[in-house]
């Protein structure tokens, strides 16, 4: 396989969502790393592609719309970019709304939940992000609180312990179906293309039902994974090409502190599959 040199991240996280830097700022660190093309993807909102646009535009960066939406498909949350969205578009901003109220549902539960193991203290979250206009609140922000307050020792062991999918199945708040969030994006112009892939640890039996289901639902991408050691990479890859689906290529990146935008995992992104960015060529 050859691999393209062309450093691009389409995939990056703000403070409007999860995130830990303002979109200028994000637009900054994206230069200083040399990446030429890049996307905010904020958690189900677009309310920072604005200023990341300006800021993109006096940096030279080339800058792509985005968002990463929330799905659920068979009771598992899967996260689906769409990418040169029209961040106008009224579908997508009315379903987007749908799932800004799932997250205060969840995010009301999650504070229930931790309350009731004698990690109190996490409402403060809930005032200090929903009182800002258009951002999002995330388990990450209960990860984070979870750390920062000496009840966990890392965000992922937060993750496992106290703030899994599993322990909140039951509640009301559901994200819109797959089959919504991948119609949104197109109505919306873009291109949908699922995130992180090898994240949702499925079996080899359920990524290919997940993978045919978003190719049935007009799915036209997949993000690649940057560590090709994984057992599932050449999955991927095979799943890739019998699709004819775009690569896109992204660090999920949310601050300086988690994830380190390096050369050599994005100089790795195979050359001869057919790729998102390519507009830019
Ligand atoms: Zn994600
Ligand atoms: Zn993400």
């Not at 830990?20 to 909102?45: E, G, Q, V």
């Not at 009840?151 to 559901?174: E, G, M, P, T, V």
């Amino acid at each position: 396989m050859n691999y393209n040199t062309l450093l691009v991240d389409l995939h990056c996280h703000s403070n409007i969502s999860d995130g830990l830097l303002s979109p200028r700022d994000l637009a900054y660190t994206i230069y200083n790393s040399n990446i030429k093309i890049w996307s905010l993807t904020d958690h189900d909102t677009t309310a920072g592609l604005l200023e990341a646009q300006q800021e993109s535009k006096k940096l030279s960066l080339n800058f792509i719309n985005g968002v990463e939406v929330s799905s659920d498909w068979n009771g598992r949350t899967i996260h689906i970019l769409g990418l040169y969205i029209d961040h106008c578009n009224n579908c997508l901003i009315e379903g987007l709304k749908n799932n800004i109220n799932c997250r205060k549902t969840r995010a009301f539960n999650i504070v229930k939940h931790l309350d009731s193991l004698g990690f109190y203290g996490s409402d403060s979250i809930l005032s200090s992000r929903l009182n800002i206009k258009s951002s999002i609140v995330g388990r990450l922000h209960f990860a984070r609180f979870l750390v920062d307050n000496a009840y966990c020792q890392s965000i992922n062991k937060a993750f496992q312990k106290y703030l899994s999918d599993r322990f909140f199945k039951n509640s009301d708040a559901k994200y819109a179906s797959l089959s919504d969030v991948i119609l949104w994006i197109k109505n919306a112009g873009g291109i949908a293309v699922i995130a992180h892939p090898l994240n949702y640890k499925f079996s080899n039996q359920d990524l290919n039902k997940l993978i045919e289901r978003f190719a049935d639902l007009g799915g036209e991408g997949i993000e690649i994974p940057l560590f090709q050691n994984h057992k599932h990479y050449e999955l991927i890859i095979s799943l890739i090409k019998k699709y004819n689906f775009y690569i896109s290529c992204g660090s999920d990146f949310h601050s300086l502190k988690d994830n380190v935008m390096t050369k050599e995992r994005f100089s790795k992104i195979p050359k001869d599959l057919k790729n998102v960015w390519d507009y830019f060529l």
